[in-house]
């Protein structure tokens, strides 16, 4: 069963998320707090998403962040034909952990787990479930100028995110970080998200 196998790949990482979250606190002391914000923002003559992600991070040591997440999201529709409209919330949260190195590069987990509209078979449905994500990635990260407001610039990868054995082309279809925007070169959609975080200082 997909849906098995997606949950037990879940529990693994966490499991290893888990230690790695235990083990280096265990060698250093909070060092300082931020708030982590990120954006979500895209729109068409059909429709579209804009949303916000929180994180509030615990810095550990020289290199590691880590703490506990909450995502919003709301999407909306225009059915330009019948002359409707029609929008739903998506909405949870879960853990982060980034490693941050020279002030120039990140590597990091990030755990949510997101109330999703979206039926097994894509479709928007009446009946919402918590769908777990596992996105995994790195990117750019520096401070601003002397500001000690950090950006991180990446790319996340969903690595619960498995194809739909009813539409190899659709994966996860009942995912709520779709729409994806990146497709192979056959066409394939590919769960790659591209995400922009501001990290404010707070002690």
């Not at 098995?4 to 499991?15: D, G």
């Not at 909070?30 to 979500?40: P, S, V």
Request: charged fraction near 15%; proline fraction near 6%.
């Amino acid at each position: 069963d997909l849906y098995l196998t997606k949950i037990n790949r879940m529990k693994k990482f966490i499991l290893f998320l888990s230690l790695i979250c235990i083990i280096e606190p265990a060698n250093a002391q909070i060092e300082g707090t931020e708030l982590g914000i990120d954006g979500t923002f895209w729109a068409s003559q059909v429709g579209g998403t804009a949303g916000i992600g929180a994180k509030y991070g615990m810095k550990f040591g020289e290199f590691v962040i880590l703490g506990p997440s909450f995502r919003y999201q709301r999407s909306w529709s225009n059915q330009l034909a019948a002359g409707t409209k029609s929008g739903f919330n998506v909405w949870g949260g879960g853990g982060f952990i980034h490693a941050r190195f020279f002030d120039a590069v990140f590597i990091g987990a990030e755990v949510e787990i997101l109330r999703s509209p979206f039926s097994q078979n894509g479709l928007f449905g009446y009946d919402p479930k918590w769908v777990p994500t596992c996105l995994l990635g790195g990117g750019l990260s520096m401070n601003l100028g002397e500001s000690d407001i950090r950006l991180n610039v990446g790319i996340m990868y969903d690595i619960l995110d498995i194809p739909n054995t009813s539409n190899p082309e659709s994966k996860n279809p009942n995912s709520p970080l779709q729409p994806y925007l990146t497709k192979s070169s056959i066409g394939t959609v590919i769960p790659i998200i591209y995400r922009i975080a501001f990290f404010i200082p707070l002690t």
